[in-house]
């Protein structure tokens, strides 16, 4: 007997919502991107049915021959683009990329150091509610009050102290370049392992126009799905170290490399089967970021990203750290609006197709849950073709909606000049 299984019509009129959700709208959130379509066609590809625990050449199915390639050829890829050593594509997530370094290098109950959730960290870098901070104990850096940047002599200080077995760099919401070298030489002095978590400007980094951590840092992780513009998922780096034998022993006494330990760590540690039609869409996603035109759309990132951030302060805002570097920025609503939180600027602006997210302000008078802060990037609009031009008019319209939250012809006017400016662009420009 033969079935023909109806289709699924809800999700598909779904998925056509959400596109037409992400065509109509300004999407300003820092951490989302829009892929190409040859990436969202690896991803909903036959590599879906395959299970493949383990790494090219050691697995534990059979039929892995295929998938096998496209891990290598993923790895192989990631490595150049980095000028990495070794890389591990499976992670499912950034979160999980973060635990299986952290299950890797600590021992539960162990110290590490990482900049504090509302100063711009991540819920992985050792947040109460999180593994990182329920099977570790995390001691935190910040940035510094007056000028928003990460405060080193903090951060040197808390080190010495405390002695950490590891130290975390990288942000969430954090718009300027880090100091990787001077971390290295305060982890290098105190015996630590040096992490750097660049998921946000892991793009801009793969086009050279930020310093890269592989060069400096023991171990890097990242999302893939970020300024990368590769599928949803995480990555594990290494350079130099990753040779360099790991003080834990095995049972049988043996002392393991770093990689080694770091993939056991992802599998089987904290995964099983890799999802390899989403490493595939990631070996796609990474010969696109090893092409000349993606440097021209990471300089437009950057580009666009400074002109926002000007365009904000023109008009009272304050933009934490006075600007920005990468393709983010952090703005305290309150100088302009003390009455107005995050979470209302946030609710409001989508009404109006615009969107962003509420943020923590470093010192923040606020609940997570409120917040005085919201972030934007300029990652998703870049790969929609806005260029500098674009940015001034999109925070008028931002501007407007803020200075206005109650009025509902404010926000009708807005919402018809969003959907009318971005029926011009194609999601995927590039
Ligand atoms: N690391 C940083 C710095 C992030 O900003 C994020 C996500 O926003 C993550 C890790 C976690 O990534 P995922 O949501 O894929 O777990």
Not at 3 to 32: C, P
Not at 193 to 214: C, E, F, K, S
Not at 236 to 250: A, H, S, V
Not at 288 to 300: G, K, R
């Amino acid at each position: 007997m033969i079935y023909f299984m109806k289709r699924d019509d809800k999700i598909f009129e779904l998925i056509e919502k959400e596109h037409q959700r992400q065509l109509n709208g300004i999407e300003l959130i820092a951490s989302e991107n829009f892929v190409s379509e040859q990436v969202m066609e690896a991803m909903g590809s036959y590599m879906t049915n395959k299970y493949a625990e383990g790494y090219p050449g050691a697995r534990y199915y059979g039929g892995c021959e295929v998938v096998d390639q496209s891990e290598s050829l993923a790895i192989e890829r990631l490595c150049k683009i980095y000028d990495a050593e070794y890389a591990n594509v499976q992670p499912h997530s950034g979160a999980q990329a973060n635990m299986a370094v952290l299950m890797t290098v600590l021992n539960p109950g162990d110290k590490f150091l990482g900049l504090d959730l509302s100063h711009g960290g991540h819920l992985s870098h050792g947040s109460p509610v999180n593994s990182s901070g329920l099977l570790y104990e995390p001691i935190a850096y910040g940035v510094k009050e007056d000028t928003g940047l990460v405060d080193y002599e903090m951060m040197e200080a808390q080190a010495r102290e405390h002695k950490p077995k590891l130290i975390i760099g990288g942000a969430s919401a954090y718009s300027r370049e880090w100091d990787y070298a001077r971390m290295r030489r305060l982890a290098d002095e105190i015996g630590a392992i040096l992490m750097i978590d660049m998921a946000h400007p892991a793009g801009l980094i793969a086009a050279g126009l930020l310093d890269n951590p592989v060069k400096h840092a023991h171990i890097v992780t990242s999302t893939t799905h970020k300024t990368l513009r590769g599928p949803r998922g995480g990555i594990i780096l290494m350079g130099k170290d990753f040779d360099n034998p790991w003080g834990k022993t095995t049972p049988k006494g043996v002392i393991r490399k770093m990689s080694s330990l770091l993939n056991s760590a992802v599998f089987p540690g904290v995964q099983g089967g890799p999802l390899e039609h989403v490493i595939a869409a990631k070996a796609v996603s990474f010969l696109e970021a090893l092409q000349p035109e993606y440097i021209e759309y990471q300089t437009q990132v950057q580009k666009n990203a400074k002109t926002m951030a000007e365009a904000f302060i023109a008009r009272g805002y304050k933009v934490i750290s006075g600007g920005t570097d990468n393709h983010s920025m952090l703005i305290d609503l309150r100088t302009k609006f003390p009455e107005l939180t995050g979470k209302v600027a946030e609710n409001t602006l989508v009404k109006a197709d615009i969107t962003i997210n509420k943020n923590m302000v470093p010192f923040d008078s606020r609940s997570p849950f409120q917040t005085s802060g919201i972030r934007v990037g300029t990652a998703a609009l870049s790969t929609r073709g806005l260029k500098e031009e674009h940015m001034a008019p999109i925070v008028d319209l931002i501007d407007q909606v803020l200075s206005d939250v109650e009025s509902e012809t404010t926000l009708n006017e807005v919402k018809t000049k969003v959907n009318e400016m971005m029926s011009k662009f194609p999601l995927f420009a590039f």
